[in-house]
């Protein structure tokens, strides 16, 4: 199981970013997908889920309206769109594979100006 994070960067306060994550080593439709982050000094935090097939996605408050989570199980990929982004925002951001606990190595975004 490989899952491979992009996209994150620098960005001003209201700017946007998308992440992607790249799975292989295993059947992708066949597992739901879950987007975390990590800020320094803080514990790891659930964003957004999506399950296998796309029919029930679920954020936390901090990001509900802002952030969109969605997924192409034809490219074996999830993605996060990221829209008006906070400084709080600012975290390593990792992609999950549910059941096995699956971790990807993680994108930075950091949201400053």
């Known amino acids: 199981v490989q899952l491979v994070e992009s996209g994150g960067g620098l960005v001003q306060p209201g700017g946007s970013l998308r992440l992607s994550c790249a799975a292989s080593g295993f059947t992708f439709s066949r597992y739901g997908m879950s987007w975390y982050r990590q800020a320094p000094g803080k514990e790891r935090e659930l964003v957004a889920v999506?399950?296998?097939?796309?029919?029930?996605?679920n954020y936390a408050d901090s990001v509900k309206g802002r952030f969109t989570i969605s997924r192409d199980n034809a490219k074996n990929t999830v993605y996060l769109q990221m829209n008006s982004l906070k400084p709080e925002d600012t975290a390593v951001y990792y992609c999950h594979r549910q059941l096995g606990g699956y971790w990807g190595q993680g994108t930075q975004v950091t949201v400053s100006s």
């Open positions: 999506i399950t296998r097939l796309g029919d029930s996605i």
